[in-house]
């Protein structure tokens, strides 16, 4: 949760009419009604995201169960992608040299 946090710092923070929801505390162990809230958001399995509409029904739903969940706007979830898209990307190989050069022969 802490990286999310972190990650959110680094995001300016704008109205956007989407809101992407990703469930990052487990379901066993709560309540009847955080799970009926979490069933009805589409939030099955933990990190799995789901786009909803910025309506207050949903706002409400969220409000219920935000110990539970993170909520980006698009532009956050867009840059969030992109910073992992970046890592994953393939780099150069690390070539390493294991043949020492000859020592030179001073005669002087």
Known sequence: MN??????????VAWS????ITLVRGIP????L?????E???LRKCNRTVMRWNTPTVRG???QVKRLVVIETEEMYKARKLKETNHRA?????????VLPPPANDSS
Do not use: D, W
Request: with cysteine.
């Open 34 to 38: 955080h799970r009926r809230t979490l």
């Open 90 to 98: 393939l780099r150069p190989p690390l070539v390493i040299n294991h």
């Open 3 to 12: 990286a999310f946090k972190a990650f959110k710092a680094c995001v300016p």
């Open 29 to 32: 162990g709560t309540r009847r």
């Open 61 to 63: 739903m969220l409000q």
């Open 40 to 42: 009805a958001l589409r």
């Open 17 to 20: 009419p989407n809101l992407y």
